[in-house]
C-alpha cells in the first residue's frame, strides 16, 4: 500500500464479513419465526 | 395526479438537472471530464455506486416480487459484500496505481490490445443496449398507468440525462447520484411509513407483520440446496458472488464510479459503505412490498394489475366478470375474518385466513389464464406494476409526485453512469488508441462530449423500439449474463495468473465465450436446464482453465502461477 496509508484493511475486510454473518443470522431467526 | 404532484415532480427533476450541470460546468480536459479529477470522497463513491446500481425498476419491481412469493429475492445479493471485498483487495490498487481511466485500459498492459478490444467491444454491445432498457422499463410502466405517451416519456428520460451528463461528464453524473439517492431513499421511507399508515386503526403494526407471516411472506432465508429454486442462500453466495464481481470490477459502469475516488482509500471505504448497506436497502424495499401486501388485505387490490388492451366479446367479459364476482366475495369473507382475529392469533386462527388467500391467488391465475387465451400479447407478469398501482391509488396528494421523481431520479441516476461510461470507453479504448493518439485536450474533451451525445441517442433509440420487439428486452437481458462469464474469467487471469499472457487469454476468451454461446443455445432449445447465474461461473472457470492450458502447452512457457 501507498506508505501514508497505515489503516488496517484486513479488520475493514473482517468487519464486512463480519455485518454480513450477522444480518443472515437475524434474517434466518426471523424465517424460522414465521415458517 | 394533481398539480401539486407535477410540481413536486418536475421541481425535483429540474432542480438536479441544473445544479449538476451548473456545479460541473468548468472542465478543461479529458481527466477533469472523465474522472471529475480524482475529488469524490468515499460518501459520494458510495452513494454514486449504489445510484447506478439502482435502477428505476428496482423500486418498482422489487415490492412487486415480495407482494407476492415474499422476501426471498435478498438473497441474490447476499454474494455482494464479498465481491466487495475481493474488489478492494486486489482489482482497486492494481487499477488505482496504473492510473487507468477504464478497466480495459488495464488489459492492454497486462496483455495485449487484441484482448483489451475485444473485452471493451463486448461491454459497449451490451450495455449500450442495457441504457436503452433502462429508459424503456420505467417508460412503459408509468405510460400504461398513467396514459402517458410512451415515446414522449422516454425521450423526456434521456434528454435530461444527456443534457447534464454531456456537459458535466463524470462529476455531474456523481454530483447528481449523490441527491437522487437522497431522494429515492427519502421517497421510500416516506411511502413505508404511509403505508403503515393506511391499516385500520384498531390494527397495529406488529399485528401486520405478524398476518404476513402466516401468508408466508416473511420468509427471506432458503437453505435448500436445489439449484431449481429461484433464490436461496446458496445461489445468493455464489452465483451472486460471481456476478457482482463482474458487474463491479469489470464493468466501467460502475468501475467509472470509484476510479474517481480522490484516493485509493476513498474508494475502498466507498465500496465498503455499499457492501454494508446494500442489502438492507434490499429488505427496506422488499418489506415496503410485504406492507403494501398487508394494505391490501384491507383495500380490494384489483384482480390484474396490468389490464388487458384488446377488446373482448360479450361472452368473454362474462366470464372474466364470473371469476372477479367471485373474487370480490372471497375478499371481503377474508377481510372480515382478518378484522375479527384475536389480539394474539393462533396458528388455527390464521387457517382460514391461508386458505382464503389461496383462493384470492387461485382466482387471480385463472383470470390471467383466461384474459392470454383472449389475447396471446397480454402481459400476465403483473408484479412491476403492483407497488406504483398502491401509489397512485392510496397515497396522498404530493407524496405521488414524491415517489413519481424516486422512480425519475432511480431511472435518471443508473443511465447517467452507462452513457458517462459508454463515452469513456468509446473516448479511451477505441478514439485514443487507434484513431488519434496524440494529446489535443480541447479536442478530446469536445469528443468525449459528443459520444456520449451520440450513446444517449442510441439508448432513446433503443427504448423507442424496445415495444415494437417482444424479445428485444429479454434479449438485452440475457446479453449481459452471456458476456459477463468471459469478461471476468479475463481479469481473473490476468489478477491471479501472472504466467499467462497476452495469446493465451485472448484465446482462452474467445473459448470461453463460444462455450457460453453453446451452452445458451442448449438451454434455449430446452436440452439442457441452467441457470442465468450459472453461467457466470461456467464462462470464468473455462477462460481461467483454458488459459492456464495454452500458456502450458504454448513454446517459450513461463511458468503458471498464482500471485501470492
Known amino acids: 500500500e501507498p506508505k501514508d496509508d497505515p489503516t488496517n484493511w484486513n479488520g475493514w475486510y473482517m468487519g464486512l464479513i463480519a455485518a454480513l454473518a450477522f444480518q443472515i443470522i437475524v434474517y434466518l431467526l426471523i424465517t424460522n419465526a414465521y415458517s | 395526479m394533481s398539480w401539486l404532484d407535477w410540481v413536486v415532480l418536475f421541481l425535483t427533476l429540474v432542480t438536479i438537472v441544473i445544479y449538476g450541470s451548473w456545479k460541473t460546468r468548468k472542465n478543461k480536459d479529458l481527466e477533469g471530464y472523465l474522472k471529475g479529477n480524482n475529488s469524490e470522497n468515499w460518501m459520494t463513491i458510495g452513494l454514486s455506486i449504489m445510484a447506478t446500481q439502482a435502477s428505476a425498476i428496482t423500486f418498482l419491481s422489487t415490492p412487486g416480487k415480495a407482494y407476492e412469493d415474499g422476501m426471498g429475492f435478498a438473497q441474490f445479493y447476499f454474494g455482494l459484500p464479498l465481491a466487495m471485498i475481493i474488489i478492494s483487495a486486489f482489482f482497486l490498487p492494481i487499477y488505482y496505481r496504473l492510473k487507468v481511466f477504464t478497466a480495459y485500459e488495464y488489459l492492454e498492459r497486462r496483455f495485449d490490445v487484441r484482448v483489451r478490444a475485444f473485452t471493451a467491444f463486448l461491454f459497449l454491445l451490451s450495455r449500450g ?31 435530461f440525462v444527456i443534457f447534464y451528463t454531456v456537459s458535466g461528464g463524470s462529476r455531474a453524473v456523481s454530483l447528481t447520484q ?41 420468509e427471506i432465508i432458503d437453505l435448500s440446496t436445489d439449484f431449481e429454486s429461484r433464490y436461496t442462500m446458496l445461489s445468493g453466495l455464489t452465483g451472486g458472488l460471481f456476478l457482482f464481481l463482474s458487474y463491479f470490477g469489470t464493468d466501467q459502469s460502475q468501475v467509472q464510479r470509484y476510479l474517481g475516488g480522490k484516493s485509493l482509500k476513498a474508494s475502498r471505504i466507498g465500496l465498503m459503505f455499499n457492501g454494508l448497506v446494500k442489502i438492507p436497502m434490499q429488505i427496506l424495499i422488499l418489506f415496503i412490498g410485504v406492507m403494501v401486501f398487508v394494505s391490501y388485505q384491507f383495500n380490494k387490490p384489483p384482480i390484474v394489475f396490468n389490464d388487458h388492451t384488446v377488446q373482448l366479446t360479450a361472452s368473454q367479459e362474462n366470464e372474466l366478470k364470473k371469476i372477479e364476482n367471485a373474487y370480490d366475495v372471497n375478499f371481503e369473507e377474508k377481510r372480515l375474518a382478518i378484522l375479527n382475529l384475536p389480539e394474539f392469533p393462533t396458528e388455527r386462527d390464521y387457517a382460514p385466513i391461508q386458505e382464503m388467500q389461496e383462493k384470492q391467488d387461485e382466482y387471480r391465475t385463472q383470470y390471467k389464464e383466461k384474459l392470454k387465451n383472449y389475447d396471446a400479447d397480454y402481459e400476465d407478469k403483473d408484479g412491476d406494476y403492483v407497488f406504483l398501482t398502491y401509489v397512485l391509488n392510496y397515497l396522498p396528494t404530493g407524496l405521488i409526485g414524491l415517489l413519481l421523481a424516486v422512480i425519475f431520479s432511480a431511472a435518471m441516476s443508473s443511465t447517467a453512469g452507462e452513457l458517462n461510461a459508454l463515452a469513456s470507453t468509446t473516448t479511451i479504448d477505441f478514439y485514443k488508441k487507434f484513431i488519434s493518439p496524440g494529446d489535443d485536450d480541447k479536442r478530446d474533451l469536445s469528443v468525449g462530449k459528443w459520444l456520449t451525445v451520440f450513446w444517449g441517442l442510441i439508448a432513446i433509440g433503443v427504448a423507442l423500439v424496445a415495444g415494437l420487439f417482444d424479445n428485444l428486452i429479454e434479449l438485452v437481458n440475457i446479453l449481459g449474463s452471456l458476456f459477463y462469464g468471459t469478461i471476468l474469467g479475463v481479469f481473473l487471469v ?28 442448449m438451454v434455449t432449445t430446452g436440452n439442457w436446464d441452467i441457470g442465468f447465474l450459472m453461467y457466470n461461473i461456467i464462462g470464468s472457470v473455462t477462460v481461467i482453465l483454458v488459459a492456464i492450458c495454452i500458456q502450458i502447452f504454448m513454446p517459450n512457457k513461463k511458468s503458471v502461477i498464482r500471485e501470492s
Not at chain 2, 138 to 151: A, F, H, V
Open chain 2, 129 to 159: 443496449l442495457a441504457a436503452g432498457i433502462t429508459i424503456y422499463a420505467p417508460s412503459i410502466i408509468l405510460s400504461t398507468l398513467l396514459g402517458w405517451n410512451l415515446e414522449l416519456t422516454c425521450v423526456m428520460i434521456g434528454g
Open chain 2, 178 to 218: 449523490k441527491w437522487q439517492m437522497t431522494i429515492i431513499m427519502g421517497g421510500m421511507i416516506t411511502a413505508f411509513f404511509f403505508v403503515v399508515q393506511s391499516f385500520p386503526e384498531s390494527f397495529r403494526f406488529s399485528q401486520g407483520v405478524d398476518l404476513a407471516g402466516s401468508l408466508g411472506k416473511m
Open chain 2, 494 to 521: 490476468a489478477f491471479f495468473f501472472k504466467g499467462v499472457k497476452g495469446t493465451a487469454a485472448f484465446i482462452a476468451g474467445l473459448v470461453g465465450q463460444a462455450v457460453v454461446l453453446f451452452i445458451h443455445l
